[in-house]
């Protein structure tokens, strides 16, 4: 049986042909497909480092796969092992105290009309960035008018206008 899949497949090296790249592509879309349906749609969505993390490592390890350059199986299982790894620490994020740690949490970079500069400058946000987002998310180009912003988990910037 192993035999056969090494014939299907190639050997775990860039000595595959065209089309046992293409039966790889095919397999490894397939099995990606099914890892996001295991796991969650978060982890390609514009999130939090934890899922971009993810994200990143499985599209490294499979591309990898496609081309022969890690072995095929181990890599699967692999990339298996981090999406499951993935969905119970967001299972215990949700469920414990511990959910700022594993994904971060929101930093106020006004309140109540005044810049709250240390935290601007902590996380390299510009005056020219808070502008952007307070006319794009707050419907506003006047400062006073911000109850507050912040500095969301996925990187964006939302505001909150005095009502």
């Not at 934890?50 to 890599?75: C, E, H, K, Q, Y």
């Not at 949490?105 to 601007?120: F, S, T, Y």
């Amino acid at each position: 049986m192993e035999e056969l899949l090494r014939d299907i497949i190639g050997p775990d090296s860039n000595a595959i042909n065209w089309w046992q790249m293409c039966i790889r592509g095919v397999i490894i879309f397939l099995f990606t497909l099914t890892l996001i349906r295991v796991g969650d749609y978060r982890i390609f969505g514009k999130h939090t480092a934890f899922d971009i993390a993810l994200g990143l490592i499985l599209g490294s390890t499979l591309s990898r796969t496609i081309t022969g350059n890690a072995p095929f199986v181990p890599a699967l299982i692999t990339s298996a092992v981090l999406v499951i790894l993935h969905r119970l620490l967001a299972a215990l994020a949700c469920r414990a105290n511990v959910g700022k740690y594993i994904k971060g949490r929101e930093q106020q970079l006004v309140n109540d009309g005044k810049i709250l500069r240390d935290q601007m400058n902590a996380n390299n946000i510009t005056d020219n960035d808070l502008e952007e987002a307070m006319r794009a998310n707050g419907n506003t180009q006047r400062l006073e008018e911000v109850q507050g912003a912040y500095l969301e988990r996925s990187g964006d910037i939302s505001v909150i206008t005095k009502k």
